[in-house]
RNA sequence: GGGCGGAUAGCUCAACAGGGAGAGCGCCUGUCUCACACACAGGAGGCCGCUGGUUCGAGUCCAGCUCUGCCCACCA
């Protein structure tokens, strides 16, 4: 095949995609002797499509993985996907409300085949984009959170943290939301500003004579309330407690007691009580024993023991009522703005709807403690190291978790009720009830949340729970890559289930990547319509240009989406594409042969060499941005514009040394860079003469004591090159020196002397001013006296090499 | 309300352990030089958010302030 002088990462990196899996080079071996190094994918819900943040996830994990399998690691990169409850039942849901009827009408057999269905036609695109990426994962090992052998290890782990005692039933409040009709957990729960209406209502004594003020932000759930509440130092209610007062509308009494929880310096200082619809309040009302009323059913509306004409209505609706109560009775003392934080639900954005209800729990403190050593002790690293802080705080103040979700697509509970109320809990469906022997079982109806799945992720995708060699060879794993929003959610119980089932961390290495924001610094999303497609960018510029433009923005916390830093990439792959065209088409029959004669050979594969150790360390340390920016200026600067130049005369007279080391020098190069830019270097490699091996399972290049002297071999030369660049000036040098000098900077003239014209002066003028900036500092006795003396010294020596060049240009 | 970050060239971002402010893109000038015009060479462009402090010396350390982003949170 021809190497035309453009580079087209169309075509050529599907090819290479079809090869390196259909060769079987993703594929990690469980009998391998080699040790083994291990990323699970975060599974991506199997409903979605790719987007930017796992475009730049799936780089930073496909580049670690790539490096590692050229050093000789038995490399797995698991792939697989997330059911995502949720998301998944909504998808459905609505596609069943376009067509007339809904799940509760088909019922949940039918609309379990459903959402499979829907599934196996239009779910898991996402393997596919990230084949479109390059990305290196065991495509053969994909798993499903929903796979048989998943189920059996969800129900696994709850049997054994129910038998641990840590799983529990209770009525307690929940977040509700009324749109996804289940109960979500704290982690799902945004806290959102809201401009709302704080109503100050009076509640009239019971015995007569006056009133107590109350202020409240949803005047429905007046019609719950079971008592009034006060700070017991609050001087201003001291002879009150115990006292009754009448609930508005429906006429309760109910006592006013005394709780520290109150706050006197809000609103009135008298708080209402409602612990059916108010976490606080459901606090204060298990402790006092009140009673737990519910006026807001399941779906939003008014329901319980309320006036007959507000059933049914919503909840604005109902609270309008009863605010147009209290005018008509003169028991609305008044109304004013008010803007305050309201959960919503993070997944459909509906407020949330706080409520008592039956559910599944799991206490955590067992579970987190574990965790919280693992971070402590450094066993589990992040990175950068302020999320495992964050990370450690929630530990420490965690509360039980909410793990039953009323969902029908999920794993449903493996818990089952007898006629006699019995609770039998096992793996399978039990023949009887474990305490009466009755027959007659019905399982509960609930699903667990997507998450409690999700934290069996590194061992359950490797056969967990049974003893197969992929959970052998292959855990505990080493990295775990995500963007911070669920660290929480999911990093930590990893931690926690990988400890408490295997007995060991899940991996070492948190990488907690940045979030591309859109171009104007908002976020990226679809409803806000500032998304960018990553597949549109990989088809515009080629994955390999958008795996190292990813990178390049991958270094702070959040960044702008850059389209000029993709640019970068592709301007890298193409020059890298040309001077691997320069060396091949001057190569003759020679193979590649590091036989370094000339001073800028020796210097090349110095500086190969170095640049290898300095990507070795950003890697170790995830820095990719950096080690991408040293991939670039190795390119660019030492191995096109000074090597490449300097060789061109003897590559052009056929020296065969000369030729042979300049192969050796671009297979090294091409192998730094596969990690970043797999496809491009995998493609000039194939073009290398006698190559018959893959780049993508090369050896990463082996540290090479033979050129570490030479690193700087070129400086003398390349000042030179600055000076009369910037002058016109030139430096007296010779033999190899003077020899690179003419190769390099004298073809540049041919184009005209732009650049070296006339600016004698001004450069004098550069030297003077650095100059006198030096005497400054030397004149200065504190800073000879202070400062350390290496620092003096080399301030000594800049200024002398000012003065020696200023003399060199005639300006001393 | 609590916590964590960010503010450096027109844009996107670097600057390791305080010691001559950098890169890429964009802009201006020149060159289609037999690897590459997705290139090469040169150039312009910066009160390093503001105010104080520490220091011989501060983009870098400390305090306060302004703007901005994110996380956590049961003040109705």
Redesign the pocket.
Known sequence: MEME????PQGVEERWQRAWEDEGHYRADPSSSKPSYVIAVPPPNVTGRLHMGHALNGTIQDALIRWHRMRGFNALWQPGYDHAGISTQAIVEKELRREGTSRLEIGRDAFLERVWAWLHQYGGEIMSQFRRLGCSLDYERERFTMDDGYVRAVMRFFVHLYERGWIYRDNRIVNWCPDCRTSIS??E???IDVDDALTYARYPFADGGGHVT?????PATILADVAVAVHPADERYAGIVGREVVVPVVGRRVPVIADE????????????ITPGH???DF?IGRDHGLPELTVIDLEGRMTGEIPELLVGLTEEEASDYVVEWLRETKQLEKRESYR??VGHCAKSGTRIQPLVSLQWWCSMDELARPAIEAIESERVRFHPA?HGR?AL??LRGIRPWNISRQLWWGHQLPIWYCRDGHVVCAETEPAACAECGSTDLERDPDVLDTWFSSALWPFATLGWPDETPELRAFYPGHVDSTA??II?LWVNRMIMAGIELLGEIPFRDVIVHSII?A?D?R?MSKSLGTGIDPVEVIDEHGADATRYGLLK?S??????F?V??I??G??L???LW??S??LL?NAGDAVADARPRELEERWILARIDATRAEVEADFASYDF??AV?RL??LT?DDF??WF??AA?PRLYDGDADARATALAALERLLALLHPVMPHVTEEIWGFLPARESRLIVAAWPEADARFAADADALVRVQEAA?RF??SGVATPLDGDEKRIFDAVVR??R???P???NG?VE?EQERLRR?IS?AEA?LA?E??VE???AE?VE??RE?LER?RRELDALGGG
Not at 5 to 8: A, G, H, T, V
Not at 555 to 560: F, P, W, Y
């Open positions: 002088p453009l580079y087209r704290d982690l729960v945004e806290h109350i202020a409240t932000v949803r929880r109150v706050d006197p310096a809000f609103g009135t200082g008298a708080l209402k108010d976490p606080t606090e305050h934080a302020v964050v705080d929630w911070r929003d929480f924001l171009p610094g976020r923005m270094s702070t916390q959040d960044v702008r850059s000029g830093a640019e970068e592709r301007k792959a193409n020059k040309n001077v065209r320069l088409a941005a950096h920016d670039y200026h660019f096109c514009d490449a130049e061109k600055e660049r910037r073809p540049e041919a184009g005209g732009a650049g070296a600016n001004a650095e900036r500092m200065n504190r800073f202070r400062a350390p620092v080399a301030e800049k000012f």
